[in-house]
């Protein structure tokens, strides 16, 4: 159940990405949900690039959060060399993602895309020390494949 459950909410993080990708905002009519969004925020000039970006920034930032949880629960390993590169590990995406919400684009969608790739790598490689939960990166791969070329779909 925790895994249908971790797989449906990974789908809907998906949701954004797909819905402010150019493919995306061509089907749908972005400009009747962005104008109210830019009354309520009084940015007249908010576009589906800047929300995309700042979406992409969270989500970024997010990838770190299990790292931690893991480091401070001692999940599989109470070794101190473990438990440093997890609690590191774990603020590196955050730092990575806080100068993409002031780049310009294109600049942001790109540095973004290869913060979550990066940070999928870093992943596999706690993965292969067995640093993390077996499956995690299946529950990782599907978000990072549909977020990582947003450079592409914005």
């Not at 599989?76 to 473990?82: G, P």
């Not at 294109?106 to 596999?124: I, K, N, Q």
Request: glycine share 8%; charged share 10%; net charge positive.
């Amino acid at each position: 159940m925790t895994r249908l459950v971790a797989g449906v909410l990974t789908a809907g993080g998906i949701i954004p990405f797909a819905v402010l990708s150019r493919p995306g905002q061509q089907r749908l009519e972005h400009e009747q949900w962005l104008a109210p969004l830019r009354r309520a925020l009084g940015r007249p000039s908010l576009n589906a690039t800047e929300i995309q970006v700042t979406y992409g920034c969270v989500i970024l930032s997010f990838v770190g959060a299990p790292h931690w949880g893991f480091a401070l629960s001692g999940f599989l390993s109470s070794s101190m060399a473990a438990t440093s590169a997890r609690l590191t590990w774990g603020v590196i995406p955050s730092l990575l993602a806080w100068p993409c919400a002031s780049c310009p684009s294109p600049l942001s969608l790109d540095a973004l895309s290869a913060g979550l790739a990066a940070a999928f790598c870093v992943d596999g490689i706690f993965a292969a020390c067995k640093l993390v939960p077996r499956g995690y990166l299946w529950l990782r791969a599907p978000p990072t494949i549909a977020a990582s070329p947003v450079r592409r779909l914005a």
